[in-house]
Nanobody
């Protein structure tokens, strides 16, 4: 069972940048589809970005042009580069993965598309 562990969270001022990492305890290349989600205080968890094993990426509108998702299968790591951050980006960020993209093709960038989840890393953006 591969475990996913997020890191790189922290506090940053508005306009700043952070880079999140999601390290797999095994080989992440077995996960065809991977994604980042986030949950702000007192809000439901929402999708941020997804990537498949061909490198094709999907972003929610609120982060397009500011965030970049990428994966390095050789390093067993998924990344999320976050630039020009705003207080609305504050939340717990979670890494998610699935061995296939079957559910993602049906449900899109949604929680039900991913079976495996990390524990999250906190991101706080101050104004």
């Amino acid at each position: 069972q591969v475990q996913l562990v997020e890191s790189g969270g922290g506090s940053v001022q508005a306009g700043g940048s952070l880079r999140l990492s999601c390290a797999g305890s095994g080989f992440i290349y077995i996960y065809a589809c991977m994604a980042w989600f986030r949950q702000a205080p007192e809000k439901v968890r929402e999708a941020v970005a997804g990537i498949d094993n061909t490198g094709r990426t999907t972003y929610v509108d609120s982060v397009k042009g500011r965030f970049t998702i990428s994966r390095d299968n050789a390093k067993n790591t998924l990344y999320l580069q976050m630039n020009t951050m705003t207080p609305e980006d504050t939340g717990m960020y979670y890494c998610a993965a699935d061995r296939t993209c079957t559910r993602a093709l049906v449900y899109g960038l949604a929680e039900r598309s991913y079976q495996h989840w990390g524990q999250g890393t906190q991101v706080t953006v101050s104004s």
